[in-house]
């Protein structure tokens, strides 16, 4: 027995007569059982003398006018576009170009921070905190410091070489 999906989706058919016979004895025994599929059948041939109406509504006046309008209006306004350089954003988003201004991007992001790396490790700041570094109290002290606050004889990266050098 079919479902009332699998049933509704032949019902425009069954209406107008175009189901096999065994389709069509079917959707006969599921509506024989299925009052919403009944209702919805009756919905269908009450359309169907709607769609054979073959009156069609008069052209309005003028239409044609209108749409020859229309066009005319639609080329002047590409014409003006293209002479007008309003392609700029279409230039800026093609794929190659975003993918080039990316990938530019992320060198020089490496390349400083390779630089900010290297600068770092040869600045004479290390000094002082290794001499303070050496004692435990010392070195709870820097832990302690707050990693978004900046020490005045250094930063927290400097103490946190310091400690690491220490341990070893």
């Known amino acids: 027995m079919w479902s009332c999906a699998k049933n509704r ?3 425009n058919a069954y209406v107008d007569g175009e189901l096999p016979d065994r389709a069509r004895r079917e959707v ?7 009052s919403d599929c009944a209702l919805e059948l009756d919905s269908l041939r009450g359309l169907a003398p709607l769609l054979r109406n073959e009156d069609v509504p008069p052209i309005p006046a003028g239409l044609s006018a209108r749409i020859l309008a229309e066009a005319a209006i639609r080329q002047r306004r590409n014409m003006v576009e293209k002479t007008s350089g309003r392609k700029w954003p279409e230039f800026l988003f093609q ?13 020089v992001g490496l390349a400083m921070g390779g630089w900010m790396a290297w600068t770092s490790q ?6 002082p905190w290794m001499t303070v570094a050496n004692t435990e109290s010392a070195a709870r002290s820097i832990y302690a410091f707050d990693v978004l606050g900046a020490e005045p004889q250094g930063s927290i990266e400097a103490a946190t070489l ?5 341990g070893r």
């Open 122 to 127: 040869r600045s004479s700041d290390l000094e």
């Open 162 to 166: 310091a400690l690491l050098a220490n």
């Open 9 to 11: 989706k032949h019902l």
């Open 95 to 107: 794929l190659w170009l975003v993918r080039g201004a990316t990938t530019a991007a992320l060198v």
């Open 28 to 34: 006969e025994h599921h509506l024989s059982g299925c």
